[in-house]
């Protein structure tokens, strides 16, 4: 009986060990239609259709919380999840994740009422600007000492354009653009690039497996590429 009880135990524990190497529990923040915290069926988000297929190479499952973006940025630094789902390169970044190759790319500049006449950042220190609490965007504006407005989120910022409390939105274009497709305004905003940028997952180095995770994720991540499922998910999301 001892004998079986033991037996029994170490079954246990040793599938629950396992499980947890078989899951990886990522940090993400509502992006559209990159990341969706409430999906329609078979649309998750690019980003996260995209994990999930390089982590089934390597029979992981993908398991994801979503949190306001500095909330998600807090919770993957201090190693509690296995990283974030995606996030932008900044040096200070550096001290706290692995970057794993580029997933996609973004294209950023400003959403405004008017067409705004600029060549570089540094131009705009007439305006008053709005961004996302806690994006790497936050920095630019910081740098060229351009007076802005910090929110929790883009529809807050597309509200507060459209009442001329600012004077434009300074953010990545494809989850503006996705807003404007599924919020009505009344006016039209007009888009300005100002860069386009890559963008990772992000393996948090608190996490004891994080190395071996980012080998991994890179290797199965060309095998995605080179078999075309990439290029069917951009497709799928129209990218």
Same mark, same amino acid.
């Given at each position: ?140 504006? /910081?740098?060229? /000492? ?17 009442? /001329? ?45 994080? /190395? ?28």
């Amino acid at each position: 009986m001892k004998f079986l009880l033991s037996t029994i135990v170490f079954i246990l524990v040793t599938s629950n060990l396992w499980s947890k190497e078989a899951s990886i529990s990522l940090a993400c923040n509502n992006f559209p239609p990159l990341k969706i915290e409430h999906p329609k069926v078979d649309k998750p988000g690019f980003d996260i259709d995209l994990l999930r297929a390089v982590f089934n190479l390597s029979n992981q499952e993908l398991k994801t919380e979503f949190f306001p973006w500095k909330r998600a940025l807090v919770v993957a630094k201090s190693g509690e999840l296995d990283g974030l789902c995606s996030c932008s390169f900044t040096k200070e970044r550096e001290d706290d994740f692995y970057f794993t190759d580029e997933i996609g790319r973004n294209s950023i500049g400003f959403y405004s009422l008017t067409k705004i006449p600029f060549t570089k950042l540094s131009e705009l220190n007439n305006m008053k600007v709005g961004v996302v609490r806690g994006y790497s965007l936050e920095d630019d504006l /910081k740098k060229n /000492k351009i007076d802005f407005i910090a929110s929790s989120n883009e529809l807050n910022l597309l509200k507060m354009l459209e009442k /001329k409390r600012i004077d434009a939105i300074y953010s990545f274009k494809v989850v503006i653009s996705e807003l404007l497709k599924t919020n009505s305004f009344h006016d039209k905003f007009i888009y300005t690039e100002t860069s386009s940028a890559p963008y990772f997952t992000c393996f948090s180095k608190k996490s004891k497996r994080s /190395k071996d995770l980012l080998n991994q994720f890179n290797q199965d991540l060309k095998k995605i590429k080179a078999d075309h499922t990439y290029q069917q998910l951009l497709e799928k999301y129209d990218l």
